[in-house]
């Protein structure tokens, strides 16, 4: 099994600010990391493939980095309709799917 | 534009088997390059993966619930299933299909590009 973490596990931050959230995966896992957004009541968005190509429509404020185990979503200016829930997801191995437990972004 | 629409009974009794199904449009579940996904998600809780099916027959469950799912095809509506058997209140969720993108060459790009809009599923006598 490939165990996924994140943190925090909650922020807070307000329109405009500058967010980063880290994903780590317990092996080494190359860049094969994707990071979803999901709102409530609504399923998951993807946003991030292969850990750092921003998927169709996604806005560039989103970017994403890293390689190994160690991995970063980052919201360069925070917009209102950005404040949800965010996964990293492996793809590494390849006969399962594992998510990391999220990361509730709020407003403060 | 690709869709997905999960359907089924939104009350399941408890040991029981949930029983739920995917049509797809606007693409088919027989090309290649995709897989056929099932996730579910708990209230005010995290995703988990139930698993995955390809067109060419080759299915991965999570190891954690294998011994109660399935998930199979039928080409001829375009349409994928979930069946869970022998189930508990845990099993109380929002199940969501999705299809997960293998680019020919680029496995590092696989990733659930397309989700249902999920539906809920209450374990309850």
């Known amino acids: 099994d490939i165990q996924m973490t994140q943190s925090p596990s909650s922020l807070s931050a307000s329109v405009g600010d500058r967010v980063t959230i880290t994903c780590r995966a317990s092996?080494?896992?190359?860049?094969?990391l994707n990071w979803y957004q999901q709102k409530p009541g609504k399923a998951p968005k993807l946003l991030i493939s292969a850990a750092s190509i921003l998927h169709s429509g996604v806005p560039s404020r989103f970017s994403g980095s890293g390689f190994g185990t160690d991995f970063t979503l980052t919201i360069s200016s925070l917009h209102p309709e950005d404040f949800a829930t965010y996964y990293c997801?492996?793809?590494?191995?390849?006969?399962?799917?594992?998510f990391g437990p999220g990361t509730n972004l709020e407003i403060k | 534009q690709v869709q997905l629409q999960e359907s089924g009974p939104g009350l399941v009794k408890p040991s029981q088997t949930l029983s739920l199904t995917c049509a797809v449009s606007?693409?088919?579940?027989?090309?290649?390059?995709?897989?056929w996904s099932w996730i579910r998600q708990p209230a005010g809780k995290g995703l988990e993966w139930i698993g995955r099916?390809?067109?060419?027959?080759?299915?991965n469950y999570n190891p954690s619930l294998e011994s109660r799912v399935t998930i199979s095809a039928d080409t001829s509506k375009n349409q994928f299933s979930l069946k869970l058997t022998s189930v508990t209140a845990a099993d109380t969720a929002v199940y969501y299909c999705?299809?997960?993108?293998?680019?020919?060459?680029?496995?590092?790009?696989?990733?659930?590009?397309?989700w249902g809009q999920g539906t809920m599923v209450t374990v309850s006598s």
């Open positions: 099916m390809y067109s060419s027959g080759t299915i």
């Open positions: 092996q080494h896992i190359n860049n094969y």
């Open positions: 997801q492996q793809s590494y191995s390849t006969r399962r799917v594992d």
């Open positions: 999705a299809r997960e993108i293998h680019p020919p060459g680029r496995s590092d790009l696989r990733a659930l590009d397309i």
């Open positions: 606007g693409d088919s579940i027989s090309r290649g390059s995709y897989y």
